[in-house]
């Protein structure tokens, strides 16, 4: 089993800045990759942002040169860097890891608050 927590999220103005923490705990050798999702109210869940274990990358359009994931050396430490914050970016953000060892398994954090005001 994989826990995850969120961590950073709050109220920012537009053009303003913040940093998502999620930490992982339990069976961490077996997570392959983590990624950022996001859903805003009355919207679908979308993925923001995902990581390797190589630390490769991949962005949604919505967020390109305005975010950046990344991980700690340990690969148990993940964060989104959110730069130039725009009221649509307003939603609660969910962490994820997967595991792919055997078929595709999903970890969910409980997500934290994100709220862009214009």
């Known amino acids: 089993q994989v826990q995850l927590v969120e961590s950073g999220g709050g109220l920012v103005q537009a053009g303003g800045s913040l940093r998502l923490s999620c930490i992982a705990s339990?069976?961490?050798?077996?997570?392959?990759?983590m990624a950022w999702y996001r859903q805003a109210p009355g919207k679908q869940r979308e993925l923001v942002a995902a990581i390797s274990s190589g630390g490769s990358t991949n962005y949604a359009d919505s967020v390109k040169g305005r975010f950046t994931i990344s991980r700690d050396n340990a690969k148990t430490t993940m964060y989104l860097q959110m730069n130039t914050l725009k009221p649509e970016d307003t939603a609660v953000y969910y962490c994820n890891a997967r595991v792919t060892d055997w078929g595709t398994s999903d970890y969910w954090g409980q997500g934290t608050q994100v709220t862009v005001s214009s």
């Open positions: 339990g069976t961490t050798s077996r997570i392959d990759s």
